[in-house]
């Protein structure tokens, strides 16, 4: 870069003044770009503190905004300890059967014992001997809601009396003759149904509370439904040669006598069954079968293709240890295997068949 300097003559002023002109378009070596060297270097030096800063300050201002957002965020909703809704189903059917155990043993003077239970029995008359009798079997049967916090409970029982002397006649052909039981005799071996109405609510820690709303009621019996449709056919003879009968056999018997060579050869990969401890059977027969859409008659001694899969309900008679064959039945599902059939799940209960579903209707054309 070329440099113009213009001096003036001297003056007789005792300072030498020296001016330096620059042309527009000529600057001196250190001035770029509008800044000097000096002013640049400084400029830059600051720039690299403020980053080096940034950087170094960037986590801690981070995490104090993290902490400002989570001090000053969105009001989370409070969470206040509230009672439980009054549903207890559970704990009404146990109140309840509590409750019409002590109601059977209760006789005059038993006040005090029902009052756990229902305390309005206080004012009540109560007779008979305590301990008369008293109720075995005790069993919930119903269990419905009939307001927000009460429950109808019905519970079944037997009756056994404690007072009864063993040469008591219990029919009329030993008083007169007949051969028809007397009510007494009749009533005894029947079973009852008591009703009872439990009230629940919360009592504090998250704690349910019950109450019985009034002594049991004898009822009738729940009515029984009409049986429903199963998915599998008719009742047939286990015919021996059938595989399916064969493996079933087999499992069974190593599933209740817990003898053989084990569960696993008669399990489908993935099934999961243990053999009751200690054992129950002896033996093991399978008498009848329902297979799953099944309605022929003539005897199966294939086994379809891998991964075939059936449902069937078998009907086997096992013997105890003391030779007496009960009545047993089994719903299974069976998978085909490599030519043969394994047990692929021992069901809950036998599959109630799909009810029909309703034909579209095709529409009618406007004209």
Wanted: hydrophobic share 40%; no cysteine.
């Amino acid at each position: 870069m070329r440099h113009a300097f213009t001096r003036r003559p001297a003056k007789t002023t005792p300072v030498e003044t020296v001016e330096e002109e620059w042309d527009l378009d000529e600057q001196p070596a250190d001035y770029i770009g509008g800044w000097s060297t000096g002013a640049r270097a400084n400029t830059s030096a600051v720039l690299r503190w403020a980053a080096w800063g940034l950087i170094v300050l960037g986590p801690l201002l981070g995490a104090a905004a993290f902490a400002r957002a989570s001090a000053t965020g969105p009001a989370r909703p409070s969470v206040t300890a509230s009672a439980p809704t009054a549903t207890g189903s559970q704990g009404a059917a146990g109140f309840a059967t509590l409750f019409v155990a002590q109601y059977l043993r209760a006789g005059e003077g038993d006040q005090d014992k029902l009052a756990a239970y229902y305390p309005a029995v206080a004012d009540m008359q109560l007779e008979g001997e305590p301990n008369r009798r008293h109720g075995e079997q005790l069993t919930v049967v119903r269990l419905r809601q009939t307001d927000p916090d009460v429950w109808s409970v019905t519970v079944a029982t037997r009756i056994v009396s404690d007072t009864t002397p063993p040469g008591k006649k219990t029919t009329t052909a030993d008083a007169n003759g007949d051969s028809e039981p007397t009510a007494a005799a009749a009533a005894a071996d029947s079973v009852h149904y008591f009703q009872v109405p439990i009230a629940v609510g919360p009592v504090g820690a998250g704690a349910t509370g019950y109450v019985a709303l009034s002594m049991p009621a004898e009822v009738t019996a729940p009515p029984r439904i009409k049986t429903p449709q199963l998915i599998y056919g008719p009742v047939q003879p286990a015919v021996p040669s059938d595989p399916r009968i064969q493996t079933v056999a087999a499992f069974l018997t190593a599933y209740l006598t817990n003898s053989g060579e084990g569960l696993d050869r008669y399990l489908a990969p993935g099934t999961r069954l243990a053999a009751i401890t200690p054992a129950p059977y002896t033996s093991v027969t399978v008498d009848q079968m329902q297979i799953e859409h099944d309605q022929a008659s003539e005897p199966t001694t294939t086994v379809p293709k891998d991964g075939t899969r059936t449902r069937l309900v078998v009907t086997v008679r096992a013997a105890g240890h003391d030779t007496v064959r009960v009545p047993l039945a089994y719903a299974l599902t069976l998978k085909a295997r490599a030519g043969r059939w394994e047990i692929a799940a021992l069901d809950g209960a036998p599959s109630p068949a799909l009810p029909a579903q309703p034909a579209a209707s095709s529409p009618t054309p406007t004209p």
